[in-house]
């Protein structure tokens, strides 16, 4: 009779070298950022689904439209134009209002921001006309920049500057204001004259509140440039809004409403990205670690 030997194999624990664990890291987030977008598309398929069911066959499409409808207004502009001319000088309009005006309006936010955000005197004397105009209804004043400024460009960049100012404003007033005292108390023993405070000290530590305050900041520069359109105007993605409705086009209205949200959504990405390269000295949140935003 033959007898096998068995000799008992001992499990010796494999230990995982760094780049193991970056590799399956990065792997991770990779299945998570896929989760992620698989969901988003599930989520707006979903919607635009029912919407579409929805408009077919329980409500009136006259009056809420249905996704393939809007699908054929925008191919129809993007390949036939307008009624008004190209769809790429509507957008290009807007844009341009836009940009002028959040350019303008923020660069206002943040010097008025940072200025009396170190000067207490100042804040203390110009609080209640800040707190009046920020009261003031800014959207009712596109109509009186018609008034003032004709139909043309300047109307829409200014009802793009009142919105967007005080939505930097009060971003940099507040970055200002929480600089370290002990920091800039520092600098001044070490003969650091007011300017290179402010340039060296105060302006980088506010610039994340006034980044955060960029991505608002933009989306209401968008809508002061649609309103002024919508209010009066002779071009614009604004204008063929308004204009659709007034022929009860509400294919068109969701039409505009779709180029202005994905303009929007190339404006977010692009400051996202200058503030990630702006700010790369800063450690990720555990909130932004936790959400991938």
Do not use: C
């Not at 230990?15 to 707006?44: P, V, Y």
């Not at 900041?217 to 071009?235: C, D, P, R, S």
């Not at 404006?267 to 390269?277: D, F, M, Q, V």
């Amino acid at each position: 009779m033959s007898h096998e030997t068995l000799t008992p194999t001992s499990s010796v624990p494999v230990m995982e070298t760094e780049e193991d664990i970056l590799a399956r890291q990065k792997l991770a987030q990779t299945k998570r950022r896929r989760n992620i977008w698989l969901l988003r598309i599930g989520i707006l398929v979903a919607w635009l689904g029912s919407w579409e069911l929805a408009a077919t066959y329980w409500i009136d499409p006259f009056f809420y439209s249905k996704p393939s409808k809007i699908w054929q207004r925008l191919a129809e502009w993007f390949t036939d134009g307008t009624d008004y001319g190209p769809i790429w000088f509507e957008l290009w309009t807007t844009v341009e209002e836009a940009l002028l005006g959040f350019v303008i309006g923020a660069a206002a936010g943040v010097l008025f921001g940072v200025v009396l955000g170190r000067s207490q005197y100042l804040a203390d004397v110009l609080a209640p006309f800040i707190k009046a105009a920020n009261a003031l209804p800014r959207i009712v004043l596109a109509a009186l920049f018609v008034i003032w400024f004709g139909l043309g460009l300047s109307s829409k960049v200014a009802t793009v500057i009142v919105l967007v100012f005080f939505a930097v404003f009060f971003n940099a007033f507040t970055g200002a204001r929480e600089v370290d005292r002990n920091l800039i108390d520092n600098a001044r023993i070490l003969g650091a004259s007011r300017g290179k405070v402010l340039t060296s000290i105060v302006l980088p530590s506010a610039t994340s509140w006034i980044l955060s305050s960029l991505h608002v900041a933009f989306g209401f520069a968008l809508i002061g440039a649609v309103v002024g359109e919508y209010t009066g105007a002779k071009h614009g993605i604004g204008f063929l809004i308004a204009a659709a409705q007034g022929t009860f086009d509400t294919a068109g209205v969701y039409a505009g409403m779709a180029i202005m949200t994905v303009v929007a959504l190339f404006a977010e990405w692009g400051i996202s990205t200058l503030e990630s390269r702006l700010l790369r000295w800063r450690p990720p949140s555990a909130s932004n670690a936790a959400t991938g935003i």
